[in-house]
């Protein structure tokens, strides 16, 4: 039977009872699979790969070799937060690159989305091979693949880690939850502990803020952005809708408008909110926001941060518009 294939029999994981069977039989194949030998897997912060990676700590501990890149694309406090999870709570064998400076480098004047997440995929894949090449004695690579992914592995994704391994690639593959969907990998991590912010975090792009930052990336509009958005996620959070929504963010558009500010004119950027709910990420419905909420994030977002002095709100469903601007 092809193992990339789903068994009608398969009870789908809704409780902790289904996940604990679940975590203990991929312990015991993760462990007859792998051995004594090191296992590789580039830990995103991402709901899946943070699953994968407490799954494999729990079956083989320190064997597995997390490289967590920071491509200075990644939402306020990512970074932190796998950095306090897998490298001090969980005593995972975590390798941290900032590699910030390096992408944005890269991406100077880059104004063109798919020349953009193209440059973002093959620069991640270069500082990947480059860490895992001074690393010894690594036989195995994990991968955070879910079910949608083979599903959809047909070059729709192009950024994602089903399509965008390297050709010379000399590793056998771990890929522990491919069998599971998203809401299922969601139960199966809040079994093994990790935290559930982390565990319920919405779906982010590949190309992380590239997607969002929209046109050539600048880095005061990169940070302004970040700013922005952590705003609206914790707004989100504290009125009850973050888990009520599938997926919210801010896009900053490469252009400004003149605005007051102090009682002097001042241009900014304006923000744009995004909030939709889906079911399979084919077609998309908007989240009706009270206008209280709106007025909160708004006044929030052109009070604190810098170079932001509109907000908008984008009311197109999928399809017409895409879920991402970009």
Request: charged share 30%.
């Amino acid at each position: 039977m092809n193992s990339n294939i789903r068994p009608d029999s398969m009870k789908r994981i809704t409780d902790f009872d289904l996940a604990n069977k679940f975590i203990d039989e991929q312990v015991a194949e993760i462990r007859a699979q792998v051995g004594d030998k090191k296992v590789l897997l580039a830990l995103s912060g991402g709901v899946d790969s943070s699953v994968v990676a407490a799954l494999l700590i729990k079956a083989i501990g320190r064997q597995l070799v997390c490289v967590h890149v920071n491509h200075g694309l990644m939402r306020k406090g990512e970074s932190e937060q796998v950095i306090e999870v897998f490298g001090k709570e969980l005593d995972a064998n975590l390798i941290y690159i900032d590699a910030t400076d390096r992408f944005l480098d890269l991406l100077k004047g880059v104004s063109e989305p798919e020349k953009k997440r193209k440059i973002i995929g093959g620069e991640f894949i270069k500082v990947f091979d480059e860490e895992a090449s001074k690393l010894e004695g690594i036989s195995f690579l994990a991968q955070g693949t879910i079910y949608p992914d083979i599903l959809e592995s047909d070059g729709v994704k192009a950024h994602h880690n089903v399509g965008g391994l390297p050709e010379d690639m000399q590793f056998e593959l771990v890929e522990p939850v491919k069998l599971l969907y998203k809401d299922e990998v969601r139960v199966v991590g809040e079994a093994l502990g990790l935290p559930h912010a982390m565990v319920y975090r919405q779906p982010f792009p590949g190309p992380g803020l590239g997607v969002r930052c929209l046109g050539a990336i600048t880095r005061d509009r990169l940070h302004a952005l970040r700013e922005a958005d952590a705003i609206l996620r914790e707004e989100f959070d504290n009125c009850g809708l973050a888990e009520k929504v599938w997926q919210y963010f801010i896009a900053v558009p490469d252009f400004k408008s003149v605005g007051v500010r102090d009682n002097k004119r001042y241009e900014g950027w304006p923000a744009i909110i995004r909030a939709v709910n889906t079911k399979d990420a084919m077609s998309a419905t908007i989240e009706e926001i009270p206008y209280s909420v709106l007025h909160k994030i708004t006044d929030r977002i052109t009070h604190e941060v810098e170079g932001i002095n509109r907000v908008l709100l984008d009311l197109t469903p999928k399809p017409i518009g895409t879920i991402e601007w970009e």
